[in-house]
């Protein structure tokens, strides 16, 4: 065995620094005494930054914090409230209190928002947030394929996530097998903040982690860590990692039922026992058997410990149909996301308008209209879906079937997690499909125009419809008096935004990152003009490459059954990375010609 990592000496090696409310947790976790912080890496403390002194009653005692947002545009997404042209938001500790025309400040820390657009904080609800040090590691990737195809599930699942390759056609012959996987406890943790951390410059306020690195309970601890740590409003959809039980390390994924020593009953006794915490439980089990032989579903496990369900489905229309069939899967599925909904359709068609109208077969669907009669959430991860293979992006089905999708970044092995770079996308490719049937030249089947998504409309698959599938919509998504104040403030008196016109159409067709002043998670101020609030950067960002560095070396190290073999294009063999040139172009099509382009 190449080394060994048990949860109790994560927590007491201090690889990341487990001082203070950490080392606390630790004990509880281990059920051992408080975890010394000897390490030779730099400590989470470390980490930490002195907020500035104006920012010193922004950011204290939630009891005392008093907070008013000024007379900027707002815009609450709650149609009770309405929206203002201008107004101001008071927040009083977590909460929103009131907004108005004007509002008297009082004792409350004034925050001038003139010149901006105050709005709900944006949701997603599904990415691998572990991937996070792996970022554009195969931006031209596809889905599937074989090493030495360089595609996602070669590179990242089989290399950088279980430290096994197979020989293709045939998963009993190992071709490499490193023994471990790459991946220590203190990479999670690494990850789990950058991701967590990044997301927040970008106005993104909670997230779901779909983790798929949950290998042994260590593993599992450092990143809910990561993300308690953070200050991030999230979900943990606590997913299968690599079982290497065989190799002596522990696994415990998913638990069982009535069972809180481990799995799913350990973490949700340790870590979730409460939903009024910022980060919260979800399952990534089917609705099938929750693990072989069990007498109960996947889904009846998660529920038995108040997780909400969040499951990938790409081009799996049956599992719904037999999910809706077995009983034990209840018929009120409020608390089920299914992640892509990729290719559903119960007939193949190559174009699809409103009301399912398609060409050259209907658009109908038996598992959409499921997801839509048990009031099940989809969530689209509409730039993946593009990039790498999954199927069309399914935005016309959930509004055919009078879903509102939330929208999910996925992997930052291939795309980022940007916002507003998710709704444009959804936005554009909603509108293109439907305007190509605008042209009889595009439109043999005569299929009429569908409605046209708004501005608007796409806003609220960032933030309500995000909400709803994380089932948080009674706490954050909108800005309304008495739910938690999760706010993103943007600078819209921008020389590439300003003189705004419509304040929908400028957050999503104008708006970047970059236009992301202030971010405030349950009214406290976790951003603040352009910069995180108490973290050294700089050090995140040097843990986080020495974390991919880490990670690297152990691929390239000593394997337990073979050597790495080559890739089309790896920059160098054993496998490394492709820096300059193209990360997985050769061999990703091998049928069609290659493109011989002039300017």
């Given at each position: ?98 907004i108005a025309p004007e509002i008297a400040p009082g004792d409350a820390e004034v925050i001038d928002c003139a010149g901006t ?224 909904a990729t290719r559903w359709q119960d007939n193949p068609y190559a174009q699809l308008s409103a009301d399912s109208a398609g ?23 509409n730039l993946i879906e593009m990039q790498m293979r999954h199927g069309m992006p399914p935005l016309q089905e959930a509004l ?200």
């Amino acid at each position: 065995m190449t080394e060994s990592f048990s949860r109790r000496d994560f927590l007491r090696s201090g690889a990341v620094g487990f001082a203070g409310t950490v080392g606390a947790v630790a004990c509880r976790a281990s059920g051992g005494g408080t975890a010394p912080a000897t390490t030779s890496q730099a400590p989470l403390g470390d980490l930490r930054s002195t907020p500035p002194r104006e920012l010193q009653n922004l950011v204290g005692d939630a009891r005392k914090r008093r907070i008013l947002l000024r007379g900027g545009v707002v815009l609450t997404l709650d149609r009770n409230v309405g929206d203002f042209a201008r107004a101001d938001v008071l927040i009083d500790g977590k909460t929103i209190s009131a907004i108005a025309p004007e509002i008297a400040p009082g004792d409350a820390e004034v925050i001038d928002c003139a010149g901006t657009i105050v709005m709900p904080g944006f949701i997603t609800t599904h990415n691998h947030q572990y991937e996070a040090i792996l970022r554009s590691l195969i931006p031209d990737g596809i889905l599937a394929g074989a090493w030495p195809l360089e595609t996602y599930g070669s590179v990242v699942q089989n290399i950088w996530t279980a430290g096994r390759i197979v020989t293709p056609g045939n998963p009993g012959t190992v071709v490499w097998d490193l023994g471990r996987v790459p991946y220590a406890p203190e990479d999670c943790y690494t990850a789990q903040l950058l991701s967590c951390l990044s997301q927040i410059t970008e106005g993104v306020t909670c997230g779901t982690d779909t983790s798929q690195a949950n290998h042994t309970p260590a593993h599992t601890d450092a990143m809910i860590k990561g993300m308690m740590d953070s200050g991030r409003r999230m979900v943990f959809d606590y997913s299968g990692g690599i079982d290497r039980s065989a190799d002596g390390f522990p696994y415990e994924v998913p638990g069982a039922m009535n069972d809180m020593t481990k799995g799913i009953g350990r973490i949700a006794k340790t870590y979730f026992s409460s939903r009024d915490q910022l980060v919260t439980l979800g399952f990534g089990g089917g609705p099938g058997p929750a693990f072989a032989g069990a007498s109960y579903t996947g889904w009846q496990l998660g529920r038995s410990f108040g997780a909400l369900i969040n499951n990938h489905n790409v081009g799996n229309a049956k599992l719904v149909i037999d999910a809706a069939a077995d009983p034990r899967n209840g018929t009120d599925w409020s608390d089920v996301t299914f992640v892509h909904a990729t290719r559903w359709q119960d007939n193949p068609y190559a174009q699809l308008s409103a009301d399912s109208a398609g060409y050259p077969n209907p658009g109908r669907s038996r598992a959409w209209e499921i997801v839509r009669d048990r009031g099940a959430h989809v969530s689209i991860a509409n730039l993946i879906e593009m990039q790498m293979r999954h199927g069309m992006p399914p935005l016309q089905e959930a509004l055919n079937h009078g879903i509102l999708p939330s929208l999910s970044p996925d992997v930052d092995t291939n795309m980022t997690t940007d916002p507003f770079s998710l709704m444009r996308g959804a936005y554009c490719l909603q509108r293109a499909l439907a305007n190509d049937l605008a042209f009889r030249e595009s439109n043999p089947g005569n299929l009429p125009v569908p409605q046209l998504v708004t501005s608007r409309q796409v806003i609220e698959m960032a933030t309500i419809a995000g909400a709803a599938a994380n089932r948080l919509h009674d706490k954050v998504g909108t800005l309304t008096p008495g739910k938690e104040a999760d706010i993103v403030v943007l600078d819209a008196r921008s020389i590439n935004t300003w003189p705004m016109n419509n304040v929908p159409g400028t957050i999503v067709t104008m708006m970047n990152p970059r236009h992301v002043r202030d971010v405030l998670i349950a009214g406290k101020v976790v951003y603040w003009k352009r910069t995180l609030v108490g973290w050294d950067v700089d050090r995140l960002l040097r843990q986080a490459e020495q974390a991919r560095d880490r990670v690297l070396g152990r691929i390239n190290g000593p394997a337990k059954v073979g050597a790495l073999p080559t890739g089309n294009n790896s920059g160098s063999h054993p496998y490394r990375p492709n820096f300059l040139g193209d990360c997985c172009h050769k061999g990703t099509n091998t049928t069609a010609p290659e493109y011989a382009l002039r300017p």
